[in-house]
């Protein structure tokens, strides 16, 4: 019997943003009994927050790393030491906490207000829009982040990883290699990328609205990672399985993994794909955390840069998959599209990313990739081929979190061609100007090899479009047009 403190406990934990397991909304999962007891990240109880407390006194400059290192975002002292006085107040009197979480004694943020005429073409009484809410955001909810992810900043206070899965099995006849329809003419083949989805707030939903809106002229959808706050099947459940629900019986949803996911480790993510497979067999053919999705034009080729280590891509058997098919898609003069949530590189950077360096011999050397897709930087940007990156790249990890406004100006190891640096909400309303906006890419594959890459936001509004394609049908897959949409 759960004691009434633990009770009021979890009261304050599901107040704050915790996510608990539910039944599977998707069906029967193929995966095996042992695999499918999945583990997962738990919340900070009072004797770990005693812990957490006792290593920021002793070892500060290691813990406010983790904690950056979590939240992508600059936390300072300060505030991390205020967020831990105010978490052990709320777990040593849960009912208090609550009482403030219902009848706050002042509402700093209560003259955040929507004009009455902000309106847009896919805006619904069913998703409403709270501009007050800072769910998610690096500081406003340090709290949560610190409850909800602090447990990983503990010494030794690790989730025993989900059996990884590689394409040799025996288990995996498909090596992980899945059709890809080839584009026709008059009949691109569509599909839409997004990252950092996973937080079931209202710019994730109306990017989700947009996608099934498509219906099924969007063949083809991709997750690069992302799901918050610890990758928990909670937050599985209720942020990734349930939007995105209606798309499977018409479009190919594929999940990449991510720093996010393994904090659970991994275990309820492998279960997402099993869950998927088994409600929508015919359309959901993913079952490992990286793959090669090919026509006789185009690869898509989905890594995994979180498993064995964040951001990175070292191991030898998937180099040397990787290598494989990279090779054949170059044979055959097929355009070659990398995906991944890890970032080769980053706006305002001046060097590459260690994750870069582990490619190099494939994407740079070797020049075999066309077009990189990621996650994990948290805006959307296009950027052009430069010195040593023979590669178009595209930034699109603003799908769900909350983001700072990025500032143009900075520079980039890669010629930069748009950036998206609006705020979430038009200046003229005056809300939330220090918001960036939120967004997803689309992609359109034509026939004869040349792509048009979009960048669209959470409103729906085209923010840039770019058609990429080859000189006379060979060469490199340069940027050949570029349009910059809506203000």
């Known amino acids: 019997m759960m004691r009434s403190m ?42 770990e927050l005693d812990a957490l407390r006792a290593r920021f006194l002793s070892e500060p400059d ?67 829009i709270d501009p007050s809410r800072t769910k998610f955001e690096p500081v406003a909810d340090l709290r949560g982040w610190l409850l909800f992810t602090g447990k990983a900043w503990l010494r030794g206070a690790t989730v025993p990883k989900a059996p990884f899965r590689r394409h040799d099995s025996e288990r995996h006849p498909s090596r992980f290699r899945y059709p890809l329809r080839e584009p026709a003419p008059g009949k691109p083949v569509e599909l839409a990328l997004f990252s950092d989805f996973g937080t079931g707030e209202y710019p994730a939903r109306y990017l989700t609205r947009q996608l099934l809106m498509r219906g099924e ?18 937050e599985f459940d209720a942020h990734v399985a ?17 720093s996010a996911e393994m904090r659970s480790g991994g275990s309820p993510y492998f279960r997402y794909l099993d869950e998927r497979r088994g409600a929508a067999r015919t359309r959901q053919v993913q079952e490992g955390s990286y793959f090669c999705v090919a026509s006789e034009r185009f690869q898509l080729i989905g890594l995994d840069t979180a498993y064995f280590e964040p951001g990175r891509h070292r191991d030898a058997e998937l180099l040397g998959w990787l290598d494989t098919v990279l090779a054949e898609g170059r044979q055959r003069g097929a355009v070659n599209i990398l995906l991944s949530h890890g970032a080769p590189y980053r706006y305002g950077a001046k060097t590459t990313s260690p994750l870069l360096e582990d490619l190099k011999s494939l994407v740079v050397d070797s020049s075999r990739v066309d077009l990189w897709c990621w996650g994990s930087t948290p805006y959307g940007a296009l950027f052009d081929r430069g010195s040593g990156l023979p590669f178009v790249g595209a930034s699109l990890g603003h799908g769900g ?4 406004r990025v500032e143009p100006g900075h520079t ?52 840039c479009k770019a058609r990429l394609a080859r000189e006379e049908g060979h060469g490199p897959l340069l940027i050949q047009h570029l349009e910059l949409g809506d203000a």
């Open 6 to 47: 633990d009770r009021k406990r979890m009261e304050l934990y599901t107040a704050l943003g915790y996510r608990a397991p539910t039944a599977s909304r998707l069906g029967r999962s193929t995966v095996s009994q042992p695999e499918a007891e999945a583990q997962e990240l738990s919340p900070l109880e009072p004797e």
């Open 62 to 128: 290691e813990v406010l790393h983790l904690a950056r290192a979590s939240l992508g975002s600059p936390i300072s002292e300060l505030d991390f030491a205020r967020v831990l006085q105010e978490a052990e107040q709320a777990l040593r009197d849960p009912e208090a906490a609550l009482q403030a979480l219902r009848h706050p004694p002042f509402q700093a943020k209560a003259s955040v207000r929507l004009p009455p005429d902000f309106r847009f073409p896919l805006m619904t009484d069913e998703i409403p």
């Open 217 to 234: 002229r969007l063949e083809y959808a991709v997750h690069l990672g992302g799901v918050y706050y610890a990758g928990r099947q909670g």
């Open 242 to 258: 349930e939007p995105l629900e209606s798309l499977l019986p018409v479009t190919t949803l594929l999940t990449l993994n991510a």
């Open 401 to 404: 979190l909350p983001i700072p």
């Open 412 to 463: 980039a190891p890669a010629p930069l061609r748009f950036l998206e640096s609006n705020p979430r909400f038009p200046e003229w309303t005056g809300v939330r100007p220090e918001l960036g906006n939120n967004g997803y890419g689309s992609l359109l594959l034509h026939e004869d090899g040349a792509v048009d890459l979009r960048f669209l936001d959470w409103m729906g509004n085209l923010r």
